[in-house]
């Protein structure tokens, strides 16, 4: 129990601030699509910013931030507070070295990069352009990653997750006109925001590291032990996550292809953001809450509690995913319409956006609980096994977009067959992954899991109807004004919330139960000292 309500309690704080984030985040992509809608100048961006992003989840968050902290938190049990800043310390300056030397190189080889990840169908010089502006961003985000990584482990949630506050918030900024009339055009200054929000990212989270010891004395170091563990558990991380970002840049390629309509990259970029709106609310939450719990289960080779912990999370997260997924397949064009449809973004890129959401929608629930079961793997040290099937998924992706694109499926899924192919290739990768860790560490009440599958399945197939019938006989498409186009599309959700609610609580979904008895039990909270000490 403890340990459901050390859960909830840090994936609440994190969810809060990242709903703050996403809000902003909302506004931000608003302010893209407002100047750019879906152009060839919205492609040349997205593309720009796509690039050293994939280099950010490398060798940041992706990668690095999970192989640090199982090996942080041993640190933090056995040995002093001297040995574990001196590990940190040295990592620090280590990895701000090998980022340096990647962003340089970025920088210099951004037209052949740009062109190896692209196809015909967009302005590749003002990518070009765009991605120089950009890249630096990637040194800056991976210092960031490390400082996060450092203050979950002592369980400061709050902070880190706020961090892409400062990103959005600087974006939002350069997107205004007398910044960007000043720098020459919109694209341009909002390439400048991303850098600038960037170096804000680490700023911020400076002052609680040096508060918990962190002193920044100068050390590079790639022989120190403990380094060394975190390089060999990234390595195999860095070919799962790069599996996983070159998926997304094969989706790049292939939404830049000569047949898909321009503007195709744009919408994807937009029906994802919408998608990581409902993540980040608190799917990802979870994931960020647990991974540093299953790490200290796994180092005190307490396994039933970690599996108890992760069939626990799986079941949270597809309480709120099942029921996100249908609505936004449902109220696709209602969502898209009232949120982006301004500006340059006018109907036919709603159109566009639409139908990427409906496709990238199908794959949410299961996008969401392999981000609950990689961390799992994680936390036991194995990082292998997930690259294997990752690498089988790419293979899976690529088959899967050439078929939508080259055959007569493509006046089907038209645009929205990358999202399609991606969607189903991450149903793969928790079905195979699941069933491997359940394998490998033993029964995790699969069965109570199926059956709340089956109850929330239920209750949301139920809600879904609800929506489709609200959708119809209000006659959203009928309104042109956007005031009564937002009162009647927040009606909708609000009253698809409660209708699903009041469902799960008449099927006795124990999920609402459960939640509700936690987080109003009063239970002894985590520390924040050292874990052991």
Not at 235 to 260: E, K, S, V, Y
Not at 327 to 345: A, N
Request: hydrophobic share 55%; aromatic share 12%.
């Amino acid at each position: 129990m403890t340990d459901k309500k050390h859960i909830l309690k840090s994936a609440s704080i994190i969810s809060l601030v990242t709903i703050a984030s996403r809000v902003l985040g909302y506004v931000r992509d608003q302010r893209i699509t407002l100047l750019l809608g879906t152009s060839f100048a919205a492609d040349a961006y997205v593309l720009a910013y796509r690039i050293p992003n994939l280099f950010r989840r490398l060798v940041a968050e992706g990668s690095m931030t999970a192989s640090f902290i199982p090996v942080f938190t041993s640190y933090m049990r056995e040995k002093s507070k001297e040995e574990v800043w001196d590990f940190a310390n040295r990592l620090f300056w280590t990895l701000s070295l090998v980022v340096a030397v990647i962003t340089i190189l970025g920088m210099v080889f951004s037209p052949a990069v740009v062109q190896l990840f692209s196809g015909e169908n967009v302005a590749r010089a003002e990518a070009v352009d765009l991605n120089r502006i950009i890249f630096p961003y990637l040194f800056f985000i991976a210092l960031a990653a490390l400082a996060m990584g450092i203050l979950n482990c002592f369980h400061v949630f709050g902070l880190p997750a706020a961090t892409p506050v400062l990103l959005n918030v600087s974006t939002i900024a350069f997107s205004v006109g007398i910044v960007w009339h000043y720098v020459g055009n919109p694209a341009k200054s909002l390439a400048i925001g991303v850098l600038v929000g960037g170096v804000l990212q680490f700023l911020i989270q400076v002052p609680s590291l040096v508060r918990r010891g962190m002193k920044f004395s100068f050390g590079i170091s790639f022989s120190h032990p403990a380094i060394r563990d975190v390089a060999r558990l990234m390595l195999p991380r860095l070919f799962g996550i790069g599996i996983g970002q070159i998926n997304l840049l094969i989706d790049t390629r292939f939404a830049t292809a000569a047949r898909m309509p321009s503007g195709s990259l744009a919408a994807l970029y937009v029906a994802d953001r919408v998608m990581e709106l409902v993540l980040g609310g608190y799917a990802i939450a979870v994931a960020t809450a647990i991974l540093p719990l299953m790490s200290h289960q796994a180092a005190a080779k307490d396994y039933n509690s970690l599996k108890k912990t992760l069939s626990f999370s799986v079941r949270i997260v597809a309480f709120i995913t099942i029921p996100a997924a249908l609505g936004l397949m449902i109220l696709r064009e209602p969502i898209i319409r009232v949120l982006f449809q301004h500006g340059q973004f006018v109907a036919e890129s709603t159109r566009l956006t639409a139908r990427a959401l409906l496709y990238y929608a199908v794959g949410l629930p299961a996008l969401a609980t392999v981000k609950l079961v990689v961390p799992a793997f994680y936390s036991t040290r194995d990082t292998k096994t997930p690259v294997i099937i990752a690498s089988i998924s790419l293979l899976i992706n690529i088959i899967l977009n050439i078929v939508f694109l080259e055959t007569f499926l493509y006046k089907r899924v038209q645009n929205g067959g990358p999202a399609l192919a991606t969607a189903l290739a991450t149903f793969f990768d928790f079905f195979a992954l699941f069933i491997i860790f359940r394998i490998r560490y033993g029964p995790m009440g699969t069965m109570g899991i199926l059956r709340s599958f089956a109850k929330i399945s239920i209750c949301a197939s139920l809600m879904g109807v609800a929506c489709w019938f609200g959708n119809y006989y209000t006659g959203f498409a009928l309104h042109s004004r956007f005031l009564v186009q937002f009162l009647v599309f927040a009606g909708l959700i609000l009253g698809a919330t409660a209708l699903y609610l009041a469902l799960a609580w008449l099927f006795r979904c124990h999920e609402i139960e459960e939640v509700y008895g936690i987080a109003t039990r009063r239970t002894a909270g985590a520390g924040d000292g050292y874990m052991g000490s």
